[in-house]
């Protein structure tokens, strides 16, 4: 990989992770998510109509932040030529694609809903209601949040393998390891397991982490560990 590719995929990596933790915590602000989603779903639509620009605004942001993996997907594969560095492209870009899908349902979607049921009767607010639990079902928890968790755990551990702890060490491993493994734990939260999801929220603080990890080591050493992967599958 080129010194200007490098510094691209740096630049794509601490973008996503910022852009995410920055969005986060707007919405964290302006329409008190994630803990909203455990409100009926009439209150979720009063909530979001009260603040439906900004709200819709910020869940935008989140998932252009999750569709900035596609391309760190793309360009981190380029630093190995491991098979399992071939894989793991194709995961996180399906892991970008779930995750856009699952989010864009916000701004796209739910604001229709939300005005049905702000100015409909109270049968217009139990369809838009029971709109609002299908697409949270579909598009929220199977596909965005699901499928979002384990393509994006499964997508780390693969660059990990790929990389035979040729690239910042032990700790990055482990850093990256200890985050896949708490994201995945969030396909539990809808089974029952609630009080996974602080698990679920600190292991995506920890992947964020590990994003701005990898890209600072590849612009400090500025060099590909493409050859040392190479090596290490010839061993």
């Given at each position: 990989m080129s010194r200007s590719s490098q510094r691209l995929t740096a630049a794509l990596l601490i973008g996503a992770a910022v852009l995410a933790n920055l969005a986060f915590i707007a919405l964290g602000s302006a329409f008190d998510y994630p803990a909203v989603l455990q409100r009926p779903a009439g209150e979720i639509l009063e909530a979001f109509s009260a603040r439906q620009v900004p709200v819709s605004a910020?869940?935008?942001s989140l998932a252009l932040s999750a569709a900035l993996l596609a391309p760190v997907a793309i360009l981190v594969g380029r630093?190995?030529?491991?098979?399992?560095?071939?894989?793991?492209v194709a995961t996180g870009v399906a892991a970008a694609g779930v995750q856009v899908v699952g989010l864009m349902r916000w701004p796209l979607l739910v604001p229709g809903i939300a005005d049905r049921y702000v100015a409909?009767?109270?049968?217009?607010?139990?369809?838009?209601?029971s709109d609002l639990e299908t697409i949270h079902r579909v598009l929220g928890t199977l596909v965005g949040e699901t499928f979002g968790y384990l393509l994006t755990a499964a997508w780390t551990i693969l660059v990990l393998v790929a990389f035979h702890q040729t690239l910042a060490g032990r700790w990055f491993t482990a850093l990256g390891v200890m985050a896949a493994v708490m994201i995945a734990t969030g396909v539990l939260v809808p089974l029952g397991f609630a009080s996974l999801g602080l698990v679920n929220f600190l292991g995506y603080a920890l992947w964020s982490v590990w994003l701005v990890a990898l890209a600072i080591v590849l612009v400090r050493d500025g060099r590909s560990p493409t050859r040392a992967s190479e090596l290490a599958l010839a061993q």
């Open positions: 910020w869940f935008a630093l190995s030529a491991a098979r399992t560095m071939r894989l793991a409909g009767d109270a049968a217009a607010r139990a369809v838009a209601a």
